[in-house]
Nanobody, 129 residues
Framework: EVQLVESGGGLVLTGGSLRLSCAFS????????IAWFRQAPGKEREGVSY????????SYADSVKGRFTISSDAAKNTVYLQMHSLTPEDTAVYYC??????????????????????WGQGTQVTVSS
């Protein structure tokens, strides 16, 4: 059974930093993609970043490039999202999501909600001005 548990959210001032953690289970090494999404009040859920377990390929939404960094610790089955230079526009519930990778050179994961089958419960990030 796949499980994802987020932690690390909280309240931070504009310009501050937070590190989110996603502890996951139920996947074997090399067979998953882990992503972070976020959903602000009244807005659709949007993809923030993903990392592949095969070769640590990463991707970021334009809105967070240069400020957020995704990384993984395979030994701990944990993926992190380090967030810097936070602004009130980053305020949202942040979700960890996962999908199985596909053993094909044509496989390229993305940051669309429909691509991910497994979701955590979310962690609130609030950036105050």
């Amino acid at each position: 059974e796949v499980q994802l548990v987020e932690s690390g959210g909280g309240l931070v001032l504009t310009g501050g930093s937070l590190r989110l953690s996603c502890a996951f289970s139920g996947f074997a090494f090399g067979e998953y993609v882990i992503a972070w999404f976020r959903q602000a009040p009244g807005k659709e859920r949007e993809g923030v970043s993903y990392i592949t377990s095969t070769d640590d390929t990463t991707s970021y939404a334009d809105s967070v490039k240069g400020r957020f960094t995704i990384s993984s610790d395979a030994a701990k089955n944990t993926v992190y999202l380090q967030m810097h230079s936070l602004t009130p526009e980053d305020t949202a519930v942040y979700y960890c999501a996962a999908r199985y990778t596909v053993a094909s050179p044509l496989f390229h994961p993305g940051l669309e909600v429909y691509e991910y089958s497994y979701w955590g419960q979310g962690t609130q990030v609030t950036v105050s001005s």
